[in-house]
């Protein structure tokens, strides 16, 4: 989820789009998010172990209510809760099935979250500015700080930035209102959060996964890794696909997320509205698979493995589910009249079929349970799931999977 300075309201993607952004603008010290005591329990023991509809094979356990749609990441589900009753700040918290691990306050004016890797370890990196809790008096200095997953502690940080993530690990100062337009880019080196030296490079960063950076230049592309520099592959190495024109170069739109973990989707054109859109590695440049359709949803990861599900429209109206894996290719493909991906984790995919819940394998595709239940929005990898409530948009429940 990514939110910026200036109180400006974003309709928040887990695949970040450039909504009505506000710019942050450096200068100047003394900000940064920081671990505090977590206070009131924020998950609270359910009275009831009932399913209440909640799809097959978990068993509530507690509750939680957060303004931010969950994510999850390594061992916990991430939250934040907005500022109320006297409390000025923003406050993201680290939950799961066990309890609350941990709460890192923030300024609420000019903020953002990534998450990442730093060394291998899944983290989450929090933004921070030195604005009034007011929303008045200008913005001198935006910063970003890393913090694991698992317990809340500072990994690296605080390094200024200028602005917003515009695509994982990448903050740029950018223009207010809808803009289609990238930003020059600083970007962070996900182990270290030293800014990257991009200057012997040519292009704008357009994305950065766990390390990993995409710059672009027209249709001039290249991937570098962020700690040396190195580079990882260019446009210029790529296979035309045989279904392209012959003319066509590659793209790069964020049509597809830009977020879509480990791989990268670029678009062959020619011009026009004809496009081969390909799914690729993104740290090696291989050739992964090619994305069947228009995208339609938000790409799923799932963390443990690293494979992405997206769902594309045909012509005709019906949908095709993928699921790509970096170093491996396509693992499978499923058509269907609708479909709608909701979590990945602990080996199953949870989606929406024409219109009813699956549990479906994730080596396979295959379907192993489905009827009409809730689905999971996310899923960890020991299997928790965080279930939505009936009874409030910001409620969720937490289960374990039954044994």
Known sequence: MYKHCSWVMVIALSAPALLLLSACSGGGSGAGARQVEVGDPLTRAVSSAGGDGYFPGFRPVSTVSVDSAPQGSGSAFTGSVFPAAGRENLSFYGFNSSGTRWRIDTNPSCVGTVLTSVNGEPSIVILDSDARTDGKGPVSVTVATAFAVDDGETLWGPTEVPGPSTGGLIFANTPKGLTAE???????????????????????????HHGTVLLGDGPALTAIDAGSGRLLW????????PAADPEAHVVFRGSYGPSSGGVVVLEWTAGGDSSVPVVYDLQTGKELAQASGTPAGIARVDGATGTVLFT???????????????????????????????????????????????????????????????????????????????ESSTGYVLAKPEP
């Open 182 to 208: 990238k930003a020059p880019g600083t970007v962070l080196d996900a182990d270290t959060g030293a800014v990257v030296d991009l200057n012997a490079r040519p292009g704008t960063a357009l994305y950065e």
């Open 234 to 241: 260019s446009s210029s190495d790529l296979r035309r696909p």
């Open 312 to 390: 594309a429209r045909q012509a005709s109206g019906d949908h095709v589910l993928q699921a790509v894996r970096p170093g491996t290719g396509l693992l499978w493909s499923k058509a269907a009249k609708d479909a709608e991906v909701f979590a990945a984790g602990h080996g199953a995919v949870y989606a929406r079929l024409d219109g009813t819940s699956a549990r479906m394998d994730l080596e396979s595709g295959a379907v192993l349970e489905s009827g009409q239940f809730v689905l999971p929005e996310a899923v960890l990898a020991d299997g928790s799931a965080l279930f939505p409530t009936r």
